[in-house]
């Protein structure tokens, strides 16, 4: 990878806030936020006290935002901070094909589809997803009996990555290799239109990590994530 690849990759949130997700956010050259209505996410150019300044603004009186960057941050007096955890950073490498024609599996999912993407992830916590979130990105799902069984998506892009995310399966429903097919979907998908996907999993989340670096994501960095506000 070139200079520019990596350091967008070491700053994935505002290389995604200030490109494809621009018109999802808002901000100014120093800070931006996703909506809270699509995501929790904000970012910084820098880590520097006029970007901590516009960050606060944009979060206002009770409003909070996550930030996961590689350095441990060290926000001013006037903001709390609560460490979330530390999460790997995996981009594809060796992703084979799907086999067969597993996309007439798939189903791509809606607004209409919201309420019960809401509860499968409320089942299975893989991660945040808001109202909107499905705005972000394509998302595909699998229905047995025409319930919700599994789904998976996109979230961040910026350049010539794309960010897979909200891979969940229902508890009833585990042991199908449903998450492995709907990740090769979607990684095919992303090769498509000549992008890399990319992922981000908490370090102790070692059946994800696990099923990732066999369908040939590898770790690329560690990074620190945050929940910060206001005090």
Not at 9 to 20: G, Q
Not at 122 to 142: D, N, W
Not at 184 to 213: D, M, Q
Request: glycine residues 10%.
């Amino acid at each position: 990878m070139n200079k520019d690849q990596l350091s967008r990759l070491d700053n994935p949130a505002w290389s995604a806030l200030t490109s494809d997700h621009r018109p999802l956010s808002s901000g100014g050259a120093l800070a931006r936020r996703y909506d809270p209505a699509i995501s929790v996410f904000a970012g910084m150019e820098a880590e520097t006290p006029d970007a901590y300044a516009e960050l606060g603004s944009l979060l206002g009186g009770g409003g909070k935002a996550v930030l996961f960057t590689p350095q441990q941050l060290s926000p001013p007096g006037d903001f709390t901070s609560t460490a979330l955890g530390e999460g790997f950073q995996m981009v594809a490498q060796t992703v084979p094909p799907p086999s067969g024609n597993p996309a007439a599996d798939f189903v791509r999912l809606t607004a209409e589809d919201v309420p019960e993407m809401q509860q499968l992830v409320e089942l299975t916590k893989p991660g945040p997803f808001a109202p909107r979130t499905i705005e972000l990105g394509q998302y595909l799902g699998v229905r047995e009996k025409g319930a919700l069984a599994a789904m998976a998506g996109e979230r961040m892009r910026f350049g010539e990555f794309v960010e897979i995310s909200a891979v969940c399966v229902h508890p009833d429903h585990r042991g199908k290799q449903l998450a492995h097919k709907l990740m090769l979907e979607l990684a095919a998908r992303i090769r498509a239109e000549g992008r890399t996907p990319i992922l981000h999993v908490f370090t102790n989340n070692s059946p994800a990590i696990a099923l990732y670096e066999k369908l040939g994501f590898v770790i690329r960095q560690r990074f620190k994530v945050a929940l910060l506000g206001l005090a």
